[in-house]
Structure formats: C-alpha cells, structure tokens
C-alpha cells in the first residue's frame, strides 16, 4: 500500500515544483550604495532601516553625511507618523477601540536629485480593543502593534527599493 501512494504521488512533484514556489530571500538591489536621509524623531524606523539594509551583503550604506554625493541613490524619508485614533465607545462614553495607524512616506533620488522612485507612503492601520482596567498593557500592546507595523513597512520599503531599475 505505501508503494502505491508513492507511485500515485510521484507524477505531481514536477507540477508542485514548477507553480513558482520559493522561499523570499534578500533583496538584490541595482545600486551599490545608498545613503538615507531621516527626519528628527525617526530614530526607531532610522534603527530598524539601517539593519535591515546592513543584512543585504552586496550593499554599501553610507553613514557619513559629507559622504552623500558618494552614494549610487539617496533614500529620503519624508514622513514617520504614528496615529491612535479613537473608533470604538460603550455606553457610558468610556474609549472601546482604538485604531492605530503608522503612516510612512519617503522616496529615492541620486545625489544630483535625479528622481529614481517618486513619493510612496505606505499606510499600516490595525485595531486595539481597549480597557481602562488593562491600561497600562494595553499601551504596551500598542507599542508592540506600531513596531510590527514599522517592521512590516520596512519591508515593504525594501521590496520597493529592490524594484528600482538605475
């Protein structure tokens, strides 16, 4: 019996390995270097970027400012913005839900200004049941929900980076 479920399961293999499948691997990017410019305040997605950037072997980032004009592209972040929107209340008019959002706006340029992806903003939104008797973990769930949320859009980010053709 198991030799006939083998024989029966042999013939599919070629079809299950040629629908495309594959597991995501780093981003092969068409510039060799790139440096990134962050608006004050964004030093957690700053943070998050440069390791996610430092992973990808074949790419040099470029910390130093007066080393700008060095860079192959530069990577400018326009906006990093978290909102907590109320979207829920009970019947006493104590807060239900909330909804969070983090919004992320940047786009990439050469060094002479040579736009190479115009303005993108990627937008993550989730909802937050909440309780007064749970504020405090639900502020700390919160802070976990918006590192998702920039970890997720830093990926996004990455994909689009790696679509740019020079």
Do not use: H, W
């Not at 807060?95 to 993108?120: D, I, M, N």
């Amino acid at each position: 019996m198991p030799t006939r479920r083998l024989l029966l399961t042999l013939p599919a293999a070629p079809l299950l390995s040629a629908c495309g499948f594959a597991l995501r691997q780093a981003p092969d990017f068409a510039f060799g270097s790139i440096y990134v410019e962050l608006p004050a305040g964004s030093q957690a997605l700053g943070r998050e970027l440069q390791r996610q950037l430092e992973m990808t072997e074949k790419l040099q980032v470029i910390k130093d400012a007066a080393d700008r004009a060095k860079a192959d592209v530069v990577l400018q972040v326009l906006q990093d913005a978290r909102q907590r929107v109320v979207v829920g209340r009970d019947a006493a008019g104590n807060v239900s839900e909330f909804q969070l959002r983090f919004r992320l706006r940047f786009r990439v340029r050469t060094p002479a200004g040579k736009e190479v992806l115009p303005e993108v903003e990627i937008i993550r939104q989730i909802d937050q049941s909440y309780s007064d008797t749970a504020a405090l973990s639900k502020d700390a769930e919160a802070q976990m929900l918006f590192a998702d949320m920039q970890s997720d859009a830093v990926q996004q980010m990455l994909r689009r980076l790696a679509a740019i053709r020079l």
